[in-house]
Nanobody, 124 residues
Framework: QVQLVESGGGLVQAGGSLTLSCAAS????????MAWFRQAPGEEREFVAA????????NYASSVKGRFTISRDNAKNMVYLQMNSLKPEDTAVYSC?????????????????WGQGTQVTVSS
């Protein structure tokens, strides 16, 4: 079992930045693909970014590419999402997810472990 706990969400003005953190416990995540998803009210869960076993493999949604950066620290069992140039449409609950294997899947059904999420609100 892998337990995931997100932190770092909050209220920020448009154009601002936030860094989300995901702390994993239960197992070492070094052989897990880690990802961030988000869900806005009334919307389906949306893929944001994924990172492979090493940071050399990443995958981003087109809506965040160039603004968000996913990273991981396997020694600390941590995953991060640096979010820059935030827009009101980035407002959502952001969740960390983990899946065994190396494929950077954007489909949330491929991820077995999930955190509770952290709210990010971007004001205009």
């Amino acid at each position: 079992q892998v337990q995931l706990v997100e932190s770092g969400g909050g209220l920020v003005q448009a154009g601002g930045s936030l860094t989300l953190s995901c702390a994993a416990s239960g197992r070492a995540i070094r052989t897990y693909t880690m990802a961030w998803f988000r869900q806005a009210p009334g919307e389906e869960r949306e893929f944001v970014a994924a990172v492979g076993w090493s940071e050399s493999s990443t995958n981003y949604a087109s809506s965040v590419k160039g603004r968000f950066t996913i990273s991981r620290d396997n020694a600390k069992n941590m995953v991060y999402l640096q979010m820059n140039s935030l827009k009101p449409e980035d407002t959502a609950v952001y969740s960390c997810a983990a899946r065994a294997g190396s494929t950077l899947q954007p489909n949330p059904t491929e991820y077995r472990y999930w955190g509770q999420g952290t709210q990010v609100t971007v004001s205009s």
